[in-house]
């Protein structure tokens, strides 16, 4: 607030944080949860079932496929996701998991991100759940059977 003849001004700091814009740290971390709870499904088709969805621990997709999962109907936030930016083009889409892949050694929050060249100015993104640190401090270096058959060993 701010009066303009005496030049007194007084600011919420409360406040100003609820109405400040996301940071870019804050808009990386709502695409993570996004993308944790959105690519890492794959589309079975089963004999006598029909279509069905199940849990994976690894995928490889392009920008424009993350894309499609970010707003397809798996995404309980499609329209929150629609909303975004980087969803709008696949271009901007694999600006962002270029910088995901880049920053940390592609080390995000539940997951793991690499990009593999097909050819020129094609990628594929390699995107690998991370398990959290069993007792002796170990991580898991794979999911699903083999990580469970592995840490039994």
Same mark, same amino acid.
């Given at each position: 607030m701010?009066h303009?003849?005496? =030049? /007194?001004q007084y600011?919420?700091? +409360?406040?100003?944080?609820q109405?400040?814009?996301p940071? *870019?740290?804050? @808009?990386d971390e709502?695409?993570?949860g996004?993308i944790?709870? !959105?690519c890492f &499904?794959? #589309?079975? %088709?089963t004999?006598? #079932?029909?279509? *069905?969805? $199940?849990? $994976?621990?690894? $995928?490889e997709l392009t920008?424009? *496929?993350?894309?499609d999962r970010? %707003? =397809?109907? &798996?995404?309980?936030a499609r329209q929150?996701?629609? @909303?975004?930016? +980087?969803? &709008?083009q696949?271009?901007?889409?694999?600006t $962002?998991?270029? #910088?995901f !892949?880049d920053?940390?050694?592609? *080390?995000?929050?539940?997951y793991t991100? @690499?990009?593999?060249?097909?050819k020129d +100015?094609?990628? /594929?993104?390699i995107l690998?759940k991370?398990?959290?640190t069993s007792n002796n401090?170990d991580?898991?270096?794979?999911?699903g059977?083999a =990580?469970?058959? !592995?840490?039994? +060993?």
């Amino acid at each position: 607030m701010e009066h303009p003849r005496f =030049g /007194v001004q007084y600011a919420n700091p +409360e406040l100003l944080k609820q109405l400040a814009a996301p940071t *870019q740290d804050e @808009k990386d971390e709502d695409l993570d949860g996004m993308i944790l709870d !959105s690519c890492f &499904q794959e #589309r079975t %088709t089963t004999i006598g #079932r029909g279509i *069905q969805w $199940v849990m $994976v621990d690894r $995928v490889e997709l392009t920008a424009g *496929q993350v894309i499609d999962r970010l %707003t =397809g109907m &798996q995404n309980p936030a499609r329209q929150r996701a629609a @909303k975004l930016w +980087e969803t &709008q083009q696949a271009r901007r889409m694999t600006t $962002v998991l270029t #910088r995901f !892949s880049d920053k940390n050694k592609g *080390q995000r929050n539940g997951y793991t991100i @690499k990009r593999r060249k097909l050819k020129d +100015e094609h990628y /594929v993104y390699i995107l690998e759940k991370t398990f959290p640190t069993s007792n002796n401090g170990d991580t898991p270096k794979t999911g699903g059977l083999a =990580g469970l058959v !592995s840490r039994m +060993e």
